[in-house]
């Protein structure tokens, strides 16, 4: 039957949700999924941060890994109060918000990006937030805005295994990564907000959406163009120190970190299948979360890859 031979909306509606998982998983081509060989097998999937139908259905061998495993590991905890506590911390001291601390250039310009996004978006409703947070927020409101009632995939992820009686645990606290920006200077958070604008005039001008970039290499399965491209953007800026500790602290230290506690827990409970849902960024370095786990012994080889770039 033809769409245009349904006249009516309902009907219409139906089937387009229908439709919708299997689109969804046609275009997930190859997931950043790694099993790690022991007296169970435990594995390691590569999310993304992000509310998107693309993402709906897993594909079978990550959903598969997944029934199979008896506690779920995602970064962070995402139980109601820790959740509060991260909404906490993004919240600016009394006197402290964007319009009274930002330089009022950067200030303007930061107007212009929002206004580039959405012509209705007004910065004083972010006025609020400490200057780190509307920074990070800033680099995916457009893809937050195009799914503002969806949930993002690592947190679907917990949900699941909370419904089906996995044990949900994190690799962090919420204090390890609040962490990343809670010692950063006002000068450096003005700073990283400077570079982060930059970097979205720039492609605003260019019309590049980077975080749909970001998507498209994701739903590929594409490691190694995905690290590239997170890269270049944390290369960029005027704080040349800043960037690199940052780069440090969000990646490198956590990386290692992480694949100790995995490489611990995996040891301590060698009868439980574990899933560790970590973002993709974290295995797309050659000090991945991966490489870690390979130098202390693990047999860990991605799952449906024979290409010897699979990382």
Do not use: C
């Amino acid at each position: 039957m033809k769409l245009s031979a349904i006249r009516n909306r309902a009907a219409a509606a139906a089937l387009f949700f229908l439709l919708l998982p299997a689109l969804a998983a046609a275009e997930w081509a190859s997931p950043f999924l790694w099993r790690i060989d022991g007296d169970q097998p435990s594995y390691l999937f590569g999310t993304i941060h992000l509310a998107d139908p693309r993402l709906a259905i897993l594909p079978a061998a990550v959903d598969d890994a997944f029934k199979e495993a008896g506690a779920v590991y995602t970064e962070i905890p995402f139980d109601p109060q820790s959740m509060g506590r991260v909404v906490q911390a993004t919240i600016a001291p009394s006197g402290e918000g964007l319009a009274a601390i930002l330089p009022e250039d950067l200030h303007k310009r930061a107007a212009t990006v929002l206004r580039n996004i959405r012509p209705e978006l007004d910065i004083t409703a972010f006025d609020g937030l400490r200057v780190w947070a509307f920074a990070t927020q800033l680099v995916l409101l457009e893809a937050q805005l195009k799914n503002p009632f969806g949930t993002p995939l690592d947190l679907r992820l917990y949900r699941r295994a909370a419904s089906e009686g996995k044990a949900t645990r994190a690799l962090e606290t919420i204090d390890e990564q609040l962490a990343v920006f809670g010692d950063l200077s006002r000068e450096e958070e003005i700073n990283m907000l400077r570079d982060t604008i930059e970097y979205l005039e720039e492609a605003q001008a260019e019309g590049r959406d980077i975080v749909e970039e970001m998507l498209a290499l994701y739903l590929a399965g594409d490691l190694a163009r995905l690290g590239d491209l997170l890269e270049d953007t944390m290369a960029g800026g005027s704080d040349t120190g800043l960037n690199e500790r940052l780069t440090r602290k969000l990646l490198t230290d956590r990386d290692q970190r992480m694949a100790e506690r995995i490489a611990r827990h995996i040891r301590e409970e060698p009868e439980t299948v574990h899933f560790f849902a970590v973002g993709a960024g974290h295995f797309a370095s050659a000090e991945g979360i991966q490489h870690h786990l390979r130098a202390k012994g693990f047999a860990v080889e991605r799952v449906g890859l024979v290409s010897p770039d699979n990382r």
